[in-house]
């Protein structure tokens, strides 16, 4: 098992950055593929990034590529989303997941654990 707490949201003016964390429980972090979700208010959960085992593979959404970037340290069990230039649109519940598969899975359904989620606000 994987347990999994964020942490790093906040409110931000428009343009600004913020820093997401992850820290994950358990042994066998390192197995995981890791991903970054959010849900936006009033709409479904959406897919925004994803890390593989090692660090050597990401997947991004195309509405954050070249802005977010994700991250993760397996010596400390954690997994980090960077996001810059950050729009109102990015106002969301962010959520990390973790995937003990190797395919590039973009769905909710598709991931095993989940944490709590941190509110992200990015004001006009």
């Known amino acids: 098992q994987v347990q999994l707490v964020e942490s790093g949201g906040g409110l931000v003016q428009a343009g600004g950055s913020l820093r997401l964390s992850c820290a994950a429980s358990?042994?066998?972090?390192?197995?995981?593929?890791m991903g970054w979700f959010r849900q936006p208010p009033g709409k479904e959960r959406e897919f925004v990034a994803r890390?593989?085992?090692?660090?050597?593979?990401?997947y991004y959404a195309d509405s954050v590529k070249g802005r977010f970037a994700i991250s993760r340290d397996n010596t400390k069990n954690t997994v980090s989303l960077r996001m810059n230039n950050l729009k109102p649109e990015d106002t969301a519940v962010y959520y990390c997941?973790?995937?003990?598969?190797?395919?590039?899975?973009?769905?909710?359904?598709?991931?095993?654990?989940w944490g709590q989620g941190t509110q992200v606000t990015v004001s006009s």
């Open positions: 358990g042994r066998t972090f390192s197995r995981y593929a």
């Open positions: 997941a973790a995937d003990p598969t190797m395919l590039v899975h973009t769905t909710p359904d598709e991931y095993d654990y």
């Open positions: 890390i593989g085992w090692s660090g050597g593979n990401t």
